[in-house]
């Protein structure tokens, strides 16, 4: 299988030190035609400002990150709950804004306070069922990613693949699906069959390498394509077979990463994006 | 479900700083009837020696901890693989003159050199069935651990317990079964249906609690049952349900706890044990 650089798309936290017009710029200097966003950033330069220079750029916006973290504290608080429901409506409005391939929604850990991982995924299902109709209205898709589960804890309950197509089958395709993200996912014995069942579901194809040893803060321990132990070529394929062809986004958290200057991180990425997706 | 103060043993990697007669002194002190053992610490007494203290304790033996690391570099290492083989033989062969009720196998990560998933899962299962015939011959029941993901890629490829029961299914019942250790597994979705799965395969049942954040050192970061985020009475009911009523492993690695002297360790195990698993 060949996957051309026309599919490839830079997430803007794999040039963490850039703004968002810089990231914009560094795409369009490297000829590379999609960019993820993340809604921090987008808020900086303002929803309007992004919108007109990614449509100045020419560039495609592959995902919006992120939504979710659904898993509040209980009805007690429901001016909290109330402030996450309006906070997901409004990163609805802005993936549509952008014309967002999908809205990313990380779904969130344990309620604080509790150990009912139960009571976490109903809440979750609940949450994304009440977005749903946004969703749709406004033409957005929902990408639920399964992270992997070391971050379950704190960070999303959805922790493997196969969980995320249960809940995401659950909701009509054109609103809700999954994203494949190969830090997260790697590991998976499962990995193939769930992909295949996320037929027609996969809305975002994220890739970065598992890198050893993992770094004190865990969240960082994403590497460059190639740097790390991740065999691409299986979930690539996998990928592509359960009719995936949109863009495949480089994604990666690492404080080394981020220390070096962002033009020569984005020349690293399109390399090995040719070089270990690209054969 | 009540789960009684004599079904708790100590695997002795809790109380880390104690040798093996002073751990197995501390379990008759405590009043607890079993104890795991660690392989390296049973090797410093002799295992000669080892088996006298223990049956001069009155201890039973739930587990030797462990054979595995199966996945040595390809053919060209046949003196690797080789020493190897013989040293899992030995494992087997010290399990059941301990009388240990299982012989725990840590499968090893990827192949080094390798970022085939699939291949150093099948070296896992070839290797598995080469100690087949020797467990079965000296009558010990070998204990597939499925370790966490994040452990997957350096330690061991069964990364979740469905794998570890897929793998268990294509051997005797009397010679493979499977560990559920709560660390490893309590943020699996399937957690429950592959506990029931595992039905009249569980040889050992290890508990102890994710605590966030995770230490540096990520093999470090287990906790005292009641200090994490891990719902414990779902999985015991789970396990009781699928047929175990063998011990309960306390096994905790954690630099803070070690640095405790073992008596007040011995004793929060035994207090938590009571207070967390009892109800």
Do not use: K
């Amino acid at each position: 299988m060949t996957i051309g650089l026309d599919r490839l798309a830079l997430n803007q936290a794999t040039v963490n030190t850039a703004g968002l017009r810089e990231a914009v710029t560094l795409c369009v200097r490297h000829d590379i035609p999609a960019i993820g966003l993340w809604r921090d950033r987008v808020a900086e330069t303002g929803l309007a400002g992004a919108v007109a220079a990614v449509r100045a750029a020419g560039l495609h916006v592959s995902s919006l990150c992120r939504g979710g973290f659904f898993t509040q504290p209980g009805p007690e608080d429901a001016a909290g709950r109330a402030a996450a429901r309006a906070d997901n409506m409004a990163a609805v409005f802005e993936a549509a804004e952008l014309g967002a391939d999908t809205l990313v929604l990380v779904c969130g850990g344990l309620v604080p306070g509790s150990r009912d991982l139960g009571l976490a995924r109903r809440m979750v299902a609940d949450a994304i069922g009440e977005l749903v109709p946004q969703a749709q209205r406004l033409g957005v898709r929902l990408g639920i990613e399964a992270l992997h589960p070391m971050f379950c804890a704190d960070r999303s309950v959805i922790a493997s693949l196969g969980e995320a197509v249960d809940l995401a089958l659950n909701f009509p395709a054109d609103a809700v699906g999954v994203v494949v993200d190969t830090y997260h996912v790697w590991w998976d014995a499962r990995l193939a069959a769930e992909i295949a069942r996320a037929a027609g579901r996969i809305v975002s194809y994220q890739v970065c390498d598992w890198v050893l040893p993992l770094p004190t803060d865990t969240l960082l321990g994403r590497g460059h394509l190639g740097d790390g132990v991740i065999d691409f070529a299986p979930v690539s394929a996998a990928v592509a077979a359960a009719g995936y062809d949109g863009y495949i986004e480089v994604e990666i958290f690492n404080a080394d990463v981020w220390a070096v200057p962002p033009d020569q991180t984005v020349r690293t990425v399109r390399d090995r994006f040719a070089t270990v997706l690209g054969h």
